[in-house]
């Protein structure tokens, strides 16, 4: 069923277990998100970032991800991944989105503040849940993060309302090298606020590090990179395997087999397996 993302993400980050916000971009990997979380009885969030809605099509993106979730088993939150504008988040909003993030990391605190405070505002008009972002992620390789500041945590939560935090505390987004958290940071927001956390960049963070983040507040982390990459993977054996196959449905049963694996593999790291 499609629900929104509160409660169960409240409910997480109560039980110190964390739930999948797995991004996608088409039908398949929309459909082998589902899978995963109805063979693990888990909620679920399916994201879509600025790119994936450029690339597949606002309304066709979010009609294929409301028409999965509704007939699933199992309760699945449509999300909007880092909106960098309101304009975007009240399309969101139109279109039957159940769970926001607006992104206003780019702007400075007192910008970020105002933002984030309107976008939260017009999320919980239609009760829909809103995440902010304090800090900035950067990209593996690319760009540099800013880690988010403990002492900005309380202020920021306070003026803009927002329902979950996103934090910058090693993690990058892609997949990166030395993708280790700063766990010290997390103690220090976590004693600041009880709102759940969320965990940004989670492709190429350890796994041990993910579990101990779960432990200090993180109750949502966020996964894009390597599911991608999973997708690209599952293609290319497939196809060195079986060069002679024409069927793009043959092929892609098998991609959408690889991606509910991997998801189902974070699933059970994550803790979100069997609460449905
Ligand atoms: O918002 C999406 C996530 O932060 C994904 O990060 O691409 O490093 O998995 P990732
Ligand atoms: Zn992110």
Redesign the pocket.
Same mark, same amino acid.
């Given at each position: 069923m499609l629900v929104t993302s509160k409660e169960m993400v409240y409910h997480a980050r109560a039980g110190k277990y964390a739930i999948g916000?797995f991004?996608t971009s088409d039908l398949e990997i929309t459909k082998a998100i589902i899978a995963a979380a109805e063979a693990q009885k888990a909620p679920v969030i399916i $994201?879509t &970032?600025p790119k994936a809605i450029e690339y597949a099509g606002h309304e066709v993106l979010a009609g294929i991800i409301k028409e999965e979730a509704t007939k699933s088993k199992v309760p699945v939150a449509l999300h909007l #991944?880092?909106g960098l504008t309101l304009a975007l988040v009240e399309d969101c909003l139109k279109l039957g989105y159940t769970s926001i993030m607006f992104d206003g990391s780019g702007s400075d605190l007192e910008h970020n503040e105002i933002l984030t405070r309107q976008a939260v505002e017009m999320a919980h008009a239609k009760k829909v849940p809103c995440e902010g972002e304090l800090g900035f992620?950067g990209k593996?390789g690319q760009n540099p993060s800013k880690l988010t500041n403990p002492d900005d945590v309380i202020g920021f939560v306070q003026k803009t309302g927002v329902d979950f935090l996103a934090v910058s505390i090693g &993690?990058?987004?892609?997949?990166g090298e030395n993708e280790a958290l700063d766990i010290k940071l997390l103690k220090k927001i976590n004693s600041q606020t009880g709102i759940p956390l969320v965990l940004?960049?989670? $492709?190429?963070v350890p796994d041990k590090d993910i579990k101990e983040a779960i432990k200090l507040g993180i109750a949502k982390v966020?996964? #894009?990179? #390597?599911i991608r990459h999973t997708f690209v993977r599952g293609l290319r054996d497939f196809l060195d395997k079986n060069p002679k196959e024409k069927d793009p449905r043959e092929i892609l049963t098998k991609v959408m087999n690889e991606i509910q694996k991997y998801v189902e593999g974070r699933i059970k790291l994550f803790g979100s397996n069997n609460r449905v």
């Open positions: 916000c991004n $994201s &970032s #991944d880092h992620l593996a &993690s990058e987004h892609g997949h940004h960049g989670a $492709s190429g966020n996964i #894009d990179t #390597d």
